[in-house]
């Protein structure tokens, strides 16, 4: 079993039903004996957080959506990712910068061109002689909008993202596709339109093919 610090990002359209199985990993990476930080984008940390509340509610033009999106990233980073994965810790985090490009740039129409200078700037460490730091797995919750629709209806008070047409998901949904399109191997896509057990088999064989996680051991 792999003990080097691993970064894990899951990403997906709102309503495609991230949350359960990171909370199942990190049980099972848990039952394994490895430490896990559990954590979320954007957010993470007391600054981080405190940018979500802004850019979740504040109306804002799509340049200073993406901004918010990255400062509140680079605190992340240094504040809590890096720390961890240094510790060798798993470090599962609800949402990185594939959700920039999805949601800022496929969603809004924003200039992906600089959304990739911002990703170079914000990710760049100096602790890795500058190298940019990604993920080691991005875990694709793939479902049709509009199944992710009727999954959100009525759910609850919806906020700048969820209360997009169904339109907005559906060009989200291609930004992940071209993100993926762009760097395979960084990606396991687990089609979400199935029942959440078979979805849950769907992403704990991503790991296991990863050798990360032990079959049948754990949650
Ligand atoms: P989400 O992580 O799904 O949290 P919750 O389950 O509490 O709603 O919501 C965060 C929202 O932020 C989601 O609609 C996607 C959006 N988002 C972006 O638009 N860009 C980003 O870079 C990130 C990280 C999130």
């Known amino acids: 079993m792999q003990t080097a610090g691993l970064f894990i990002t899951f990403e997906g ?15 099972a990476f848990r039952a394994q004996g490895r430490a896990v930080a559990l954590t979320r984008e954007p957010g993470g940390t007391p600054l981080a957080e405190k940018l979500r509340e802004l850019v979740l509610n504040d109306p804002m033009d799509p340049l ?33 910068t594939d959700a920039t ?11 992906l061109d600089v959304l990739g200078q911002l990703e170079r700037w914000v990710q760049a460490m100096p602790e890795q ?46 930004g992940y596709a071209d993100r993926m399109r762009q760097e395979p191997a960084r990606f396991a896509r687990v089609p979400s339109d199935q029942a959440k057990d078979a979805v849950w088999r769907d992403v ?8 990360w996680l032990r079959a049948g051991v754990g949650a």
């Open 13 to 27: 359209i709102d309503g495609a039903g991230k949350s359960t199985h990171i909370a199942g990993l990190a049980e």
């Open 129 to 174: 002689g500058g190298r940019l730091r990604q993920p080691d797995l991005t875990v694709w919750f793939d479902l049709p909008p509009a199944v992710a629709a009727e999954r959100l209806a009525g759910a609850r008070l919806p906020d700048r993202f969820e209360s997009q047409p169904l339109a907005f998901f559906e060009r989200v949904a291609t």
């Open 101 to 111: 490009f999805a949601y800022q740039g496929a969603g809004r129409g924003f200039d």
């Open 204 to 211: 704990r064989q991503a790991f296991e093919q990863r050798g």
């Open 64 to 96: 200073c959506e993406a901004l918010l999106m990255f400062a509140a990233r680079r605190d992340h980073l240094q504040q809590v990712i890096e720390p961890a994965l240094a510790r060798g810790d798993v470090v599962l985090c609800d949402r990185f």
